[in-house]
């Protein structure tokens, strides 16, 4: 029997984050305390994207609130799949309990957002080269803006990144076929790591065809949002990458399970949540990302406060 504290957060970011589904603003979620009868305590964090598939911040209030404070192993472990970031925060605490020394190695390295549009020329100009390291990794996002507005930005974002540095480009589901092939063609012969979700989710012919064409390799991340979708990807065997949000796929278990069977290439990505999501995602991706992949979470750089002060906050308010 555990007993369990809700900490209800919301977060801006210093600027909008824009995407293809549109502005986002401010990160809302939960983060959670599980204590035991040994006064062992673990934390977790639900920080939903409904846009993903995932609940929403109201449903998953609504059904940790329905365990008025106290919760058994089995509540934990049959939490129903409609409720993927809190079967990820509550897994997690419950994990951290049992193991607190097992902190993550630090990754080798991080893959820097970049703000999407014109912005990433300004920051790529006005940042000194050796803030990003060795070999940055870096990410942007596409199919916001005209597409040959964006390639015109492309072409001089190519020219002032950094030596050997690598760009993953991100269109949340947002290219017609065309515009795949035109973007693909822009990529030919520069350092791109993968396009990632190029063509929405149900397109899934699309995708393939993407992938099987060579040019630049294909990472789903839209697509497999959630364990079943990943399953059903892995069965039929994607041969690119798939991106995994930890904080919303739903059961660790079931990854690992999962990852077990199909040995998958995968990169781990963040969805904005605090140290103590992100925490349990690098623990994650430390046991099962493959390759030695930059990790998706080079985000701090979005929020005022560093998150270990914003934790710390927020566990102190309430
Ligand atoms: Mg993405």
């Given at each position: 029997?555990?007993?369990?504290?809700?900490?209800?957060?919301?977060?801006?970011?210093?600027?909008?984050?824009?995407?293809?589904?549109?502005?986002?603003?401010?990160?809302?979620?939960?983060?959670?305390q599980?204590t035991?009868?040994?006064q062992?305590?673990?934390?977790?964090?639900?920080?939903?994207?409904?846009e993903?598939?995932?609940?929403?911040?109201?449903?998953?209030?609504?059904?940790?609130?329905?365990?008025q404070?106290?919760?058994?192993?089995?509540?934990?472990?049959?939490?129903?799949?409609?409720?993927?970031?809190?079967?990820f925060?509550?897994?997690s605490?419950?994990?951290?309990?049992?193991?607190?020394s097992?902190?993550?190695?630090?990754?080798?390295?991080?893959?820097?957002?970049?703000?999407?549009?014109?912005?990433?020329?300004?920051?790529l100009?006005?940042?000194?080269?050796?803030?990003?390291?060795?070999s940055?990794s870096?990410?942007?996002?596409?199919?916001?803006?005209?597409?040959?507005q964006?390639?015109?930005?492309?072409?001089?974002?190519?020219?002032r990144?950094?030596a050997?540095s690598?760009?993953?480009?991100?269109?949340?589901?947002?290219?017609?076929w065309?515009?795949?092939?035109?973007w693909?063609?822009?990529?030919?012969?520069?350092?791109i790591?993968?396009?990632?979700?190029?063509l929405?989710?149900?397109d899934?012919e699309?995708?393939?065809?993407?992938?099987?064409?060579?040019?630049?390799?294909?990472?789903?991340?839209?697509?497999?949002?959630?364990?079943?979708?990943l399953?059903?990807?892995?069965?039929?065997?994607?041969p690119?990458i798939?991106?995994?949000?930890?904080?919303?796929?739903?059961?660790?278990?079931?990854?690992?399970?999962?990852?077990?069977?199909?040995?998958?290439?995968?990169?781990?990505?963040?969805?904005?949540?605090?140290?103590?999501?992100r925490?349990?995602?690098?623990?994650?991706?430390?046991?099962?990302?493959?390759?030695?992949?930059?990790?998706?979470?080079?985000?701090g750089?979005?929020?005022?406060?560093?998150?270990?002060?914003f934790?710390?906050?927020?566990?102190?308010?309430n």
């Amino acid at each position: 029997m555990y007993r369990l504290r809700l900490h209800p957060y919301e977060r801006p970011f210093r600027q909008p984050l824009q995407t293809h589904h549109g502005p986002w603003t401010r990160r809302r979620g939960i983060l959670l305390q599980l204590t035991d009868a040994q006064q062992r305590q673990g934390f977790g964090e639900i920080a939903p994207l409904p846009e993903f598939g995932s609940e929403s911040l109201e449903a998953a209030l609504d059904v940790c609130q329905r365990f008025q404070g106290c919760l058994t192993d089995a509540d934990i472990l049959n939490l129903p799949d409609t409720y993927p970031a809190c079967q990820f925060a509550l897994e997690s605490a419950r994990e951290a309990l049992v193991n607190p020394s097992d902190a993550p190695p630090p990754p080798a390295a991080y893959c820097h957002l970049l703000p999407s549009g014109e912005a990433a020329l300004q920051q790529l100009e006005t940042t000194p080269s050796q803030y990003w390291g060795p070999s940055p990794s870096f990410k942007w996002k596409i199919a916001i803006a005209d597409l040959d507005q964006e390639q015109h930005w492309f072409g001089q974002l190519l020219s002032r990144l950094p030596a050997a540095s690598q760009l993953r480009l991100d269109a949340n589901a947002g290219l017609t076929w065309e515009e795949a092939q035109q973007w693909l063609a822009a990529c030919d012969g520069h350092p791109i790591e993968y396009l990632e979700q190029p063509l929405p989710v149900k397109d899934r012919e699309g995708l393939l065809a993407l992938q099987q064409q060579g040019l630049v390799t294909i990472a789903l991340d839209e697509s497999v949002a959630n364990l079943w979708d990943l399953q059903d990807w892995l069965k039929q065997g994607w041969p690119g990458i798939f991106i995994i949000k930890a904080a919303i796929i739903g059961s660790p278990r079931r990854l690992r399970q999962l990852c077990r069977e199909f040995q998958p290439d995968l990169v781990f990505s963040s969805v904005f949540e605090t140290a103590i999501g992100r925490q349990a995602a690098l623990r994650l991706a430390a046991e099962l990302q493959q390759k030695p992949r930059a990790l998706g979470f080079g985000v701090g750089s979005w929020f005022n406060e560093t998150d270990e002060a914003f934790v710390e906050h927020q566990l102190a308010r309430n």
